[in-house]
């Protein structure tokens, strides 16, 4: 079965520090989502795109997220500088276009604790 | 907006008990419906989903059915295992997901 790849699983460091989580969407997949789940705010959409081009990164922190994919295989979201509050865990998911009968396929995450 | 609106949990059930998690849905236009379920340490993965009204979804005994005269997808199974202890999220598709707070299941021994 093919799979979204996230790396890396966790990630421990101190606040002020920069994170990179990436993700290898399944191949031929042309949607790629962020989210960030936690307790108190469940499951939240940060950004997503279409094509590699962003449509939507109005949920996430401007001042310190960012998102990008570089290629067709790749999606990387930064935190810059990181903070206590930014500890989540980190999903990403791919999709194959604008067919709303398709499903979101999700990878593992990335469990991000910031100290 | 287009929403999802599930109940809240936890749920705990003993095992081979009947299981309704319910699920209702605000949307314009003709959305598709989904229910995903998560278990601890991974993603969310897909479970069964409907595309239009009065379809029924169904998979490894889990079944819901797109109902449109009341906005609703409820999900159910006859009887739950140990095994089917989760986090289960309902959503819905259009022009984007919208993905329900997600209800803890624990079905216990």
């Known amino acids: 079965d093919a799979r979204v790849t996230q790396t890396p699983r966790h990630k421990v460091t101190e606040m002020g520090q920069e994170v990179t989580m990436r993700c290898q969407p399944i191949l031929g997949h042309n949607t790629v989502f962020w989210y960030r789940q936690t307790m108190m705010q469940g499951l939240e959409l940060l950004a997503y795109?279409?094509?590699?081009?962003?449509?939507?990164d109005s949920g996430m922190p401007k001042d310190r997220f960012s998102a990008e994919m570089p290629d067709a295989t790749l999606a990387t979201l930064k935190i810059q500088p990181s903070e206590p509050r930014d500890s989540a865990v980190y999903f990403c998911?791919?999709?194959?276009?604008?067919?709303?009968?398709?499903?979101?396929?999700f990878g593992d995450g990335t469990r991000l604790s910031i100290l | 907006g287009n929403s999802v609106t599930q109940m809240e949990g936890p749920v705990t059930l003993s095992e081979e008990a009947f299981l309704t998690i319910n699920c209702t849905y605000t949307a314009t236009g003709y959305p598709s419906l989904f229910w995903y379920v998560q278990y601890p340490g991974e993603g969310l993965q897909l479970l069964l989903k409907a595309t239009k009204a009065d379809d029924k979804g169904s998979n490894k005994g889990f079944e819901a059915t797109y109902r449109k005269e009341t906005t609703s997808f409820h999900l159910e199974k006859g009887s739950v295992q140990v095994s089917d202890s989760a986090v289960y999220f309902c959503a819905l598709s259009t022009n984007d997901m919208r993905f329900g707070a997600g209800t803890r299941l624990t079905v216990k021994p």
């Open positions: 795109f279409r094509n590699r081009a962003p449509l939507d």
């Open positions: 998911a791919s999709g194959p276009g604008q067919d709303r009968n398709q499903p979101q396929h």
